[in-house]
């Protein structure tokens, strides 16, 4: 009898699909080395062999549903930029994306573990798989956001993928939200006002003005006083809400969406492979490790 403990064993092993790994056992009658064997023979485990390849590059997708009711942003990695001009990756970024929306995971894993809306006898981990597999890069889902808003979602992508922002709206225009979210990813905010501000970033960032204060030769009563002043600048580049438009440099956002009677209450903010390592390709070590 073919366990549902064999068949996760054996997905772990060779990273191929649910399905697979049952058919293939099947026809070994359990054994578990004949049956990698077969997958590695159909091509089907060479997925696998990618897993451990660094995957930076990829694609950055936003999905609001008709009624602006909820929307989604994603980030899905790849090895090489050319992979995120494939259509069939394209599309399974989109596809997964409406998932999101649709299904309400907590996490990726989650996510991962949840049966596809287009093939309710796939996961979405099981379809991931054959994507690595048949366009032959190791791929990721990294992270995403859901939002699911008493007013709107609105969502803006910057560079075919490269940078996604998604912001609640519960009252106002579409329009004034697209143009506050074009501000999102020009401007880089950290957080949408002071009290989001964590309190350790704020008591770090005071300490380096008041030594830069103290660098400068005033005293530590005049440095600390300073510091009052110059912490303003800190919040005006870090929060949203504080930054000048960038539209109209002489007014804050907050005092825009006031003027528009618009409310942001939270956003989203990816830009493709922020924080990851990128693959360097040395042709000289590519040629000298086929020659070997």
């Keep these: 009898m073919i366990t549902a403990q064999l068949v996760k064993e054996l997905r772990e092993k060779t990273g191929a699909g649910m399905m697979d790994c049952k058919k293939v056992l099947t026809e070994t009658n ?3 080395d004949k049956a990698a064997e077969l997958l590695r023979e159909r091509g089907i485990a060479k997925a696998a062999k990618k897993s451990d390849r660094i995957a930076a590059e990829g694609l950055v ?21 050319f992979v995120a001009k494939n259509q069939e990756f ?3 970024v989109e596809e997964t994306a409406k998932q999101i929306a649709v299904k309400n995971p907590a996490d990726v894993e989650e996510l991962l573990s949840q049966s596809s809306m287009n093939d309710e006898s796939k996961t979405i981990q099981d379809i991931l798989t054959d994507k690595i597999a048949t366009i032959g890069e190791n791929m990721s889902i990294r992270r995403f956001t859901r939002y699911e808003s008493t007013g709107i979602v609105a969502s803006y992508i910057h560079g075919d993928g490269k940078i996604g922002v998604l912001v609640d709206c519960p009252k106002g225009s579409e329009d004034v939200a697209k143009d506050v979210c074009m501000q999102i990813a020009a401007a880089k905010p950290e957080y949408l006002d002071r009290n989001s501000v964590p309190s350790d970033v704020v008591s770090h960032e005071m300490e380096i003005l008041k030594a830069q204060a103290m660098n ?4 530590e009563a005049i440095a600390e006083k300073m510091v009052q002043g110059r912490i303003g600048k800190f919040y005006s580049e870090i929060c949203l809400l504080e930054q000048p438009f960038v539209k109209d ?3 804050k956002i907050e005092k825009y969406l006031a003027s528009k009677e618009t409310e942001i209450v939270k956003f989203a903010r990816f830009e493709k492979g922020e924080g990851l390592q990128k693959r360097e390709e040395n042709f000289a070590e590519e040629v000298a490790k086929q020659i070997k």
């Design 61 to 81: 997708y936003c999905y609001v549903t008709d009624d602006k009711k909820v929307g989604v942003v994603i980030e899905v990695n790849a090895e090489t930029d």
């Design 30 to 32: 359990g054994d578990m």
């Design 90 to 92: 394209r599309t399974f």
């Design 249 to 251: 440099p002489d007014v």
């Design 216 to 219: 400068e030769g005033k005293p």
